[in-house]
């Protein structure tokens, strides 16, 4: 009995599918397919009989057909019986379904990839499946680091300094200044931006004027463009980015997005069960958020189907003991979540433009986090 594998380049046309096929393949795996085959090449060969009837490979033909593949590599058996070929055909999909995954290894593979900047849509997994992957097990927990001691002990910087803390890193430097951002990450880029930028409305603080916050529009949307665009230069393309902002600035922080070449995902909204105590009409118990991606790139989402666009947080009071004299302090379960909807574990977060200490402690002691994180 010769069992010799024969490889050969055939027509596409010329193929048979076996009629009584019972491995179905939705539209969406057929996408996956051709995208895999796109990327790697054709790198396992259709299986067919001596009468050119597939016995493998249904799934890549199609895939084929879909990129307008004329020739493809297959594989001839000439030694299988037909009950033999009507077995293999149900066993080859089948056996293939009883293996299972070392959990630790594949996150260790896959949090590499991502770091390589490789598409992991290209896999195969739904974001469903990567989120349950990474975050097993993996919430962050509250430690025992004494915020306030530490912030009574004396602290000086200027521009230009680095600062490592932890798996995370810290520069003084302006946001708007690309050589910043070269000597921070140097070549690496980012998965995730979470930024909050000032909302240039001149807000006072209880520790003072903001920088920055009180520009003409002209000079904010500059401001906000020279940031914003420095940003794209640093992510992956399927990263995705958070912007805060005011309401009464929405047109220039949007335009100022856009122009930086970011697609519009979506508008969220942080409810507050309180409104803070502002001289206003109406009281903001809530700060609206810009949820998106790079325009030449596609993002990838590491939540379930569940999230809604409104989500309620607790807010900080505008003090130097709680909110460290921010008005708009960003509690730590709120970036939190953010985040973890858009990366994964040993993913880099970039938080440009920090506008109080809270979101630095959020990845530095008071919290044990699994990403890693860069700040501006």
Sequence with gaps: MNKETKYFIADIDELIPY??????????????????????????PVLITGDNTILAGHGRILAARKLGLKKIPC???????????KAYIIADNKLALNAGWDMELLSIELSEL???????????????????????????????FDVEKELEKPKTSKLGDVWHIGKHTVICGDSTDGEVYSKLLEDKKVNLVCTDPPYMIDLDSASGKIKNDNLK???????????????????????????????????????????????????????????????????????????????DG?????????????????GLSNSKTEGFGHPSSKPVPLIAYLIKQCTQTNGLVLERIIPNIIQLNFFTHPLKSPYNKAFV
């Design 19 to 44: 009629v009584n096929n019972a491995r179905t393949h939705s539209e969406a795996q057929v996408n996956q397919i051709a995208s895999s085959i796109k990327e790697f090449g054709f790198l396992n």
């Design 114 to 144: 991502e770091g390589m900047d490789f598409d992991i849509d290209l896999i195969g997994f739904t974001g469903e499946e990567l989120s349950k992957i990474f975050d097993e097990g993996k919430e962050a927990t509250e430690d025992k």
């Design 75 to 85: 594989i001839k058996e000439e030694h299988l019986s037909e009950s033999q070929k």
């Design 217 to 295: 529009d002209k000079e904010a949307y500059e401001f906000l463009l020279g940031a914003f665009t420095n940003f794209k230069d640093y992510m992956s393309k399927d990263a995705s980015i958070y912007v805060f902002y005011a309401t009464m600035k929405a047109r220039i922080f949007y335009d100022a997005y856009e122009d930086a070449g970011f697609k519009v995902g979506a508008g969220l909204i942080w409810k507050k069960p309180r409104a803070p105590l502002m001289r206003t009409d109406w009281k903001f118990n809530m700060e609206p958020i810009i949820w998106g991606w790079r325009k």
């Design 298 to 314: 596609k993002h990838i989402w590491y939540g379930d189907q569940k999230q809604k666009a409104v989500f309620e947080f607790d």
